[in-house]
């Protein structure tokens, strides 16, 4: 009995070292398939051929233990920028967006407000890496300093290519989440005059006109962006809302019809608001 005791402790010993065993080689091989990968992407890189690096670092970064821990290593947060520029030049934007904002999330400590330094002067890349810090300015700790920082990068895409409008445009809602309102009805208005046909911008515009009190140039601005994309919910909202400010019951309350039938949670914000 005692023998089968022993032979059974024994078995046991071996089926709970088995798990130990295949995580280390797994852990292993998946070090060993990032450094291949991860090669493959700098070769890529440092050729020029940045859409054929994407999918190489996006790969080497997973098998690496993932973007947290790559933004988290100062060894890996480079290869986590190359990819966000790879993604940029290549014309993944939305991706570059992304993958910056994943980084900027994920860094700890003094690393969070360190610019992310890029090694080409690409106007859509410092576009694409602006709106990753004003995207991030709600993470605590960083709310101020993301939309400085935001501002820094919009400003320099502008440098690099005078005629970006989305640039103006984004500086203004840079300027606007700081107060600066007056700054950023400039940039607005700088947008509107490279894209006239900006239903954002002259939403942005109004929005930054009512801040200011300027209700008569805020009204024209929202009544502009209905004009040029009367699907565009936002502007019926904040016309109803510059209505209610100056108490004329009777325009809000067009509004508020109009987005019963566009969109009902704003007409139930708008409702929240003139209850308020």
Avoid at 163 to 180: I, M, N, R, T, V
């Amino acid at each position: 009995m005692l023998r089968k005791l022993n032979s059974l402790w024994l078995l046991i010993l071996f089926i709970s070292f088995i798990p130990s065993v295949i995580a280390q080689k797994v852990e292993t091989q998946e070090a060993d398939n990032a450094a291949i990968y991860l090669n493959q992407g700098l070769e890529s890189y440092q050729q020029g051929k940045y859409g054929e690096a994407v999918l190489p670092f996006k790969k080497a970064i997973q098998l690496n233990g993932g973007f947290i821990k790559a933004a988290r290593n100062p060894e890996w947060r480079e290869v986590v920028i190359k990819l966000g520029i790879a993604e940029s030049i290549s014309g993944n934007h939305d991706g570059a967006m992304i993958t910056f904002s994943s980084l900027i999330m994920n860094l700890q400590g003094n690393d969070a407000k360190q610019i992310i330094l890029l090694d080409t002067e690409n106007a859509q890349l410092y576009y694409d890496l602006g709106t990753a810090y004003y995207v991030s300015h709600g993470v605590p700790g960083l709310q101020d300093f993301s939309m400085k920082t935001a501002i820094a990068l919009f400003r320099k895409a502008i440098v690099l290519k005078p005629d970006f409008a989305e640039a103006y445009e984004y500086l203004g809602y840079s300027f606007d989440a700081q107060h600066k309102y007056e700054a950023a009805v400039d940039a607005y208005k700088e947008a509107i005059r490279l894209k006239p046909e900006s239903a954002e911008s002259y939403n942005g515009l109004g929005l930054a006109y009512r801040s200011l009190n300027n209700y008569a140039d805020a009204i024209e601005a929202f009544k502009k962006s209905i004009s040029i994309n009367p699907d565009f919910v936002a502007p019926y909202e904040h016309l109803g809302m510059t209505y209610i400010d100056i108490g004329n019951r009777a325009l809000a309350m067009e509004q508020y019809r109009i987005l019963m039938k566009l969109s009902p949670k704003s007409a139930e914000e708008l409702r929240f608001y003139w209850k308020n």
